[in-house]
């Protein structure tokens, strides 16, 4: 590259309504950058002036040209990832929850409470996601369901936590963690507990909170639910986080005698005084089959047709060092 840059912290070149692709930085302080036009939106050039906007990296030169190239890749990697440089590698021995590691140039934490196995996709490590992935988790999104891992599955007594650590970064010269913590009707301490830490930096914490009195932070519960947007009709009060427990709609039943038959298909009943108040405690026989529609199914819940997946959570992203 021809053009040289000698650690420049870059305080020009923002996008506006003039530039809509930004501006060139230049090496003199104070003088306006040139316009980025569309077609080099793309360019090499305009690629790795951003990358100096978008990060706290600066370049120094080409005094060492390794130096150079490790700076430039450590602000390719923070762009693209938010990875920490800094990361340990994977290496034989036991890890623990909360433990991240890197391997095979990717991010791994830990979903189980120990673990020898090497990170890969078969193995007892989940795959971090970017970092720009869990700030939209974080800023945008609710409580998601917690799939097939084992730290989601309350059922799991061994390995099931109720928060855990998903992945370290840098970022703009700052080191962030991305926390997972399951929304599970679990009470804690309030103030300082992990939990209450961490949901103190979450910015939908109200909506998953239940309670926090006499020292105590309850979580709601969303075992067993599944999730339904806020509805303004008549009727309907609940808001966006609440818990319902489930519900079969309101209804009646149209009375069918057992004697006399009518031109309409219904029965015209001829019940004594006397056998209305003997059938006053008696219900009616449990659903049978209507010859169509096959062997109706009870249980003790309502239901649709479903299957099972860990507890719904939430991403916390803390400055690292908070728990």
């Known amino acids: ?16 309504a003039n530039n809509p692709y930004g501006t060139y930085l230049d090496e003199a302080a104070g003088i306006p950058g040139t316009p980025i036009l569309a077609p080099e939106k793309n360019s090499i050039k305009a690629f790795f002036e951003r990358l100096m906007l978008r990060t706290s990296k600066t370049f120094s030169g080409n005094a060492d040209q390794a130096v150079g190239a490790s700076q430039f890749y450590d ?31 990717k991010q791994w934490f830990c979903g189980v409470a120990s673990t020898i196995n090497t990170p890969g996709p078969n193995s007892q490590w989940g795959k971090t996601r970017s970092f720009d992935k869990y700030l939209e988790l ?28 998903m992945g370290i970064f840098e970022w703009a010269g700052t080191k962030y963690e991305a926390w997972r913590v399951n929304i599970d009707g679990s009470n804690h301490v309030s103030g300082t507990s992990d939990v209450a830490k961490l949901l103190a930096l979450y910015k939908f914490s109200t909506e998953v909170i239940d ?3 006499a020292g105590t932070l309850t979580l709601k519960d969303y075992l067993g639910r599944v999730a339904r947007s806020v509805d303004i009709a008549a009727g309907k009060t609940e808001n966006v986080g609440d818990v319902q427990e489930d519900a079969f709609q309101s209804h009646l039943h149209q009375e069918r005698g057992a004697n006399t038959a009518t031109t309409s298909g219904g029965f015209t009943p001829k019940l004594t005084t006397a056998a209305l108040d003997d059938l006053s405690d008696r219900y ?14 009870t249980d003790d819940h309502t239901r649709g047709a479903n299957w099972t997946e860990g507890v719904p959570g939430v991403v916390c992203i803390v400055p690292a060092g908070t728990i």
């Open 75 to 105: 602000a390719i990697d923070e762009v693209t990832t938010g990875d920490d440089p800094a990361l340990a590698d994977w290496a034989a021995g036991t890890y623990n929850k909360n433990d991240v590691v890197r391997h095979g140039g």
């Open 138 to 165: 974080a800023t945008e999104k609710g409580p998601a369901l917690g799939g097939f891992i084992q730290a989601n599955n309350v059922r799991d007594v061994t390995n099931y936590a109720q928060y855990y650590k």
């Open 284 to 297: 009616t026989n449990p659903p049978t089959v209507d010859g169509s529609s096959g062997t109706p199914r």
């Open 211 to 213: 309670s926090d009195v």
């Open 1 to 16: 590259m021809a053009r040289q840059f000698d650690s420049v912290t870059p305080d020009i070149g923002a996008v506006d």
